[in-house]
């Protein structure tokens, strides 16, 4: 196979998946968006429950840029204020590693079984049809995942794939390829899946696998920063505080990348499983930290990006 046509096969697969995650995600928030904003100014008011509603909600939109972007949204239309938000980006960054768990057991096999299933039901009216959409795009992103899987095989004979993963072999090379990597497909989920896809077939370590998976992690910010733009002062903080949250987890965490790659690897049946763990515990170590901490964390933010000042009645 000549470099060309495996360069846009790999490419074919990655757009299939990402789409297959959009139309998933946007299936969900179109029909449930008005359930969401209701959860959310209700159970945001305590920080527990907040941090599960955004760990949930991610789990099952399969996207942390998503519900991160909902939530500054929400802050800047004033449906919830500032701190209330904050739980809720913790949880959607743990929510997220449902994907990597999804991959790592192999699960792509069920694809065809949604695919069919969801398009069958999707002729239906009502709310069978709202269903069958969802499934459908669901199995879409397993089924993409397979042929990934396929289209990434023949790089074990690559001399260029194995020159690029001498490059990204140190903690902080495979950090920073991960961050661009998300920022380029903006989502977290697709370089999720492709990392893990690597792992399976061989062609990447646990260890730079890792690194990558959290590099990601602060890629995924960049969904939320662009969707607090065109929004109040309040959603730009919602969204400063998310990206100084997954720099803080970042730091923490990169110089510890060799020795939990190593303690991890042992621990794990598969190195997939390994990496898949490791995007647990770092998101999970991370958001509860933070979560602990979040009255000292919002007053930091206060002082970098204060609110604006409440204008006095005339």
Do not use: C
Request: aromatic letters at 10%.
């Amino acid at each position: 196979m000549d470099t060309l046509t495996l360069t846009f096969g790999i490419l074919a697969a990655v757009i299939l998946f990402l789409y297959g995650l959009q139309g998933f995600a946007r299936e969900v928030q179109a029909h449930g968006q008005a359930t969401l904003q209701a959860w959310f100014g209700k159970i945001t008011r305590h920080r527990v429950p907040g941090f599960l509603l955004g760990a949930i909600a991610t789990a099952v939109v399969q996207s942390s840029s998503a519900i991160s972007s909902i939530a500054v949204a929400l802050v800047g239309s004033g449906v919830i204020g500032f701190r209330q938000s904050l739980p809720v980006l913790f949880g959607a960054n743990v929510g997220t590693t449902a994907t990597a768990w999804l991959v790592a057991f192999k699960l792509t096999g069920l694809g065809p079984f949604f695919l069919v299933i969801g398009g069958l039901l999707s002729m239906l009216p009502g709310r069978m049809q709202v269903v069958g959409k969802s499934l459908f795009y669901f199995g879409f992103i397993f089924f993409s995942l397979g042929l990934i899987s396929q289209s990434l095989a023949p790089l074990q004979a690559s001399p260029a794939f194995a020159a690029w993963l001498q490059v990204v072999e140190s903690p902080w090379a495979g950090v920073l390829a991960g961050m661009v990597i998300t920022l380029a497909v903006q989502s977290s989920s697709v370089t999720t899946g492709l990392i893990i896809v690597l792992v399976q077939q061989g062609l990447m370590g646990a260890d730079v696998a890792i690194a990558v998976v959290i590099g990601a992690n602060l890629g995924s910010t960049g969904t939320a920063l662009l969707a607090s733009l065109p929004l109040q002062r309040e959603a730009h903080r919602a969204a400063l505080a998310n990206l100084l949250f997954n720099v803080g987890g970042l730091l923490l965490w990169a110089p510890f990348i060799p020795w939990l790659a190593r303690v991890i690897s042992g621990a794990m049946e598969t190195p997939a499983m390994a990496v898949a763990m490791a995007h647990v515990l770092f998101n999970l170590s991370t958001a509860l930290l933070f979560l602990v901490l979040l009255r000292p964390f919002a007053a930091a933010v206060d002082r970098l990006l204060p609110p604006r000042p409440a204008t006095a009645p005339a």
